[in-house]
C-alpha cells in the first residue's frame, strides 16, 4: 500500500520548514533547516542557501515520516508547494546560474532608487496601476539598485526570480511566479493580471524585460513536475507535481482558512497585520498593500519590520528570558513609557533611517513597564495597521487570529485583546505558511480549488485572551504622538 502525501515548504529569511500532510489534512511529519541569518540595512542571502536548506529539511522531514508510518506502507510525496519570502530579487544569467546574492525585502538599501523611480512613475499612478505604493522592499527598487551599483552584474541579468520561484526553479528547471508573489514587485498589475513592463524600461529601455520574467500562474496553476536531478537530492521519484507556490502571508492565509473580515496578526521576525477581500483598495498613504491572495481575490496587510525581534532585543537587554520578560509586561499598570519600536527603521510608515524612541521615562518607571512597552510597541505599530486597512473600507470586524512564535507569548496575545478590543484566538497550526502550502498542493492533485480546499483543512481556533479594561485607547494615542517624532530626517543629524 502506497501512502500519497503532499510537502508545503516555507523558505524565510531564517531558515526553511517543509512539512508533509496527507490528502486528508493530516499531518504526518515536518521538519527545519537554518541558513546564514542577515538584518538591514543591507540585507542578502545567497539563493543557493535556500536550497541546501530545502534539500535538509525535506529529507528530515521525510524520514520522520517513515519511521512514524511504520506499517502504513510506502511513502509517494505527489505534489511540493512552495511559499516564502516576499519581493527579494534572484538574478540570474544566460544559464540560469546565480549571479550574486538576492537583495531581500528587508533591504532597505535602494530607497533613494525608489524616491526616483516614484517621482518618474509618479505615487499616484503607481498606485492605481499597482494596487501599494511601494517602499524600498518591493523588486522594481532593488532592479535600480543593481543597475546603478552594479553595472555588469546588471548587464549579465537574464533572468529575474523572486525566492519561492528559485526554489520551484531548481525543482523543475521553469522559471515561473504566481499573483501573489507578482503582486509584491511593483511592475505588476494584479487586477488585470499583466506586467507593468513601462515600470521596468524607466530603468532600461534596452532589455527584452518580458523575456527575463517568469510566467504568472494561476491559484491552481502547476510549475512542472520534479526533475529526476531534484528528485535525487530530495530522496524521492521523480515526476511530483510541483505547484505555483506563493507568498508566505499570502499562504498562510490559505493555512488559516480566513473568510472576509476575519483579521490576523502574524509575529515573527517581522509583524504583518492581513485579511482577505474579493475586491481590490487602494491606499494613498501607502500604509495598506493591496496585493493578489491565493484564491483569485486580494490580501490587503500592513506590515512592519520589527516585531519579535523588539522584544528579543528587550528581553537581553534586561536580561531575562522570553516567558520572564512576558511576566514583567502582563504585570505593568496603565502607566508608563511608550516605544516607538522602530529599532532597524521601518516599512510602515515608511521610515528606513528612523531608529527607535523610548518616551516618558521616569524615576518611577519599573522594569514591568519597560516590558509592557516593548510589547506595544510592537502590537500597536500592527494596530496603527489595522486602522488604516479599517480607513480604506476593508472588513476588519470578524475573529482576531495571532500566528508566528509571537503567538505563544502570553503577553503579546493579551496586549492584542486589549488594543483591539476583541478576544484573540490561536490555532493549533505552528507552521501556518508550511500547511497553507500543503493546502494548494492538496488542492491541485485533487482537481479541487484551492479556496474549496482551505475551507476544508480550516482548522479550529482556540480563545487566549479576552480584551482587559485600562487606559488602552489613551496608551494608543501616546504612542502615536511619540512615533510621529521620528520623522525627523535622522539622516540630516548625523
Not at 101 to 115: G, H, I, Q, V
Request: hydrophobic content about 40%; some cysteine.
Amino acid at each position: 500500500m502506497t501512502l500519497a502525501l503532499v510537502a508545503g515548504v516555507d523558505t524565510s529569511t531564517q531558515s526553511c520548514k517543509v512539512e508533509l500532510y496527507t490528502l486528508e489534512g493530516e499531518r504526518v511529519a515536518g521538519a527545519s533547516a537554518a541558513h546564514p541569518p542577515v538584518a538591514p540595512p543591507r540585507s542578502e542571502q545567497d539563493p543557493r542557501a535556500w536550497w541546501s536548506a530545502f534539500v535538509e529539511a525535506f529529507r528530515g522531514a521525510l524520514d520522520e515520516a517513515r519511521v512514524r508510518a511504520g506499517d502504513r506502507g510506502e511513502l509517494e510525496v505527489r505534489a511540493i508547494a512552495v511559499g516564502g519570502q516576499c519581493h527579494g530579487l534572484v538574478a540570474l544569467d544566460g544559464r540560469g546560474e546565480v549571479i550574486r546574492d538576492a537583495k531581500l525585502w528587508n533591504d532597505t538599501t535602494s530607497t533613494p532608487e525608489l524616491e526616483a523611480l516614484l517621482d518618474e512613475i509618479g505615487a499616484d499612478r503607481m498606485l492605481e496601476r499597482v494596487g501599494t505604493l511601494p517602499t524600498a522592499a518591493f523588486t522594481l527598487s532593488k532592479v535600480a539598485w543593481l543597475r546603478a551599483h552594479e553595472p555588469e552584474n546588471f548587464a549579465a541579468m537574464r533572468h529575474m526570480l523572486l525566492p519561492h520561484d528559485y526554489l520551484g526553479y531548481r525543482l523543475t528547471g521553469r522559471m515561473a511566479t504566481d499573483r501573489s508573489e507578482a503582486s509584491g514587485t511593483a511592475y505588476f498589475d494584479a487586477v488585470n493580471n499583466r506586467y507593468l513592463l513601462e515600470h521596468l524600461e524607466i530603468i532600461d529601455g534596452g532589455k527584452d524585460w518580458a523575456a527575463m520574467l517568469p510566467e504568472v500562474l494561476p491559484p491552481e496553476g502547476v510549475t512542472g513536475v520534479v526533475t529526476p536531478q531534484a528528485a535525487a537530492e530530495l530522496g524521492i521519484l521523480p515526476g511530483a507535481t510541483v505547484t505555483a507556490g506563493g507568498g508566505d502571508q499570502h499562504v498562510s492565509a490559505l493555512g488559516l482558512g480566513i473568510s472576509e473580515g476575519e483579521l490576523v496578526f502574524s509575529l515573527g521576525t517581522s509583524g504583518v497585520v492581513f485579511t482577505t477581500t474579493d475586491q481590490p483598495v487602494r491606499d494613498r498613504s501607502g500604509a495598506v498593500d493591496c496585493v493578489a491572495n491565493l484564491t483569485g481575490g486580494f490580501l490587503p496587510l500592513s506590515s512592519t519590520l520589527n516585531a519579535a525581534k523588539t522584544t528579543d532585543t528587550f528581553a537581553r537587554l534586561m536580561g531575562v528570558d522570553h516567558d520572564g520578560l512576558s511576566a514583567l509586561a502582563l504585570a505593568a499598570g496603565d502607566d508608563g513609557p511608550v516605544l516607538a519600536a522602530y529599532l532597524d527603521g521601518e516599512r510602515t510608515p515608511n521610515r528606513p533611517d528612523a531608529t527607535g524612541l523610548l518616551a516618558d521615562l521616569t524615576t518611577s518607571t519599573s522594569r514591568e513597564e519597560i516590558a509592557r512597552a516593548a510589547y506595544e510597541g510592537v502590537v500597536f505599530g500592527l494596530v496603527f495597521g489595522m486602522r488604516q486597512m479599517e480607513r480604506v473600507g476593508v472588513p476588519v470586524g470578524g475573529a482576531v487570529t495571532v500566528i508566528g512564535g509571537g503567538s505563544r507569548s502570553p503577553a503579546y496575545t493579551q496586549l492584542i485583546a486589549d488594543a483591539v478590543g476583541r478576544p484573540v484566538q490561536t490555532v493549533d497550526v505552528p507552521e501556518a505558511v508550511t500547511r497553507g502550502a500543503a493546502v494548494q498542493a492538496a488542492a491541485v492533485l485533487t482537481g479541487t480549488t484551492v479556496a474549496e480546499k482551505a475551507a476544508a483543512w480550516r482548522p479550529p481556533g482556540r480563545v487566549v485572551a479576552e480584551p482587559r479594561p485600562g487606559a488602552h485607547a489613551a496608551r494608543y494615542e501616546r504612542y502615536l504622538e511619540v512615533a510621529s517624532c521620528t520623522e525627523l530626517d535622522r539622516s540630516r543629524s548625523r
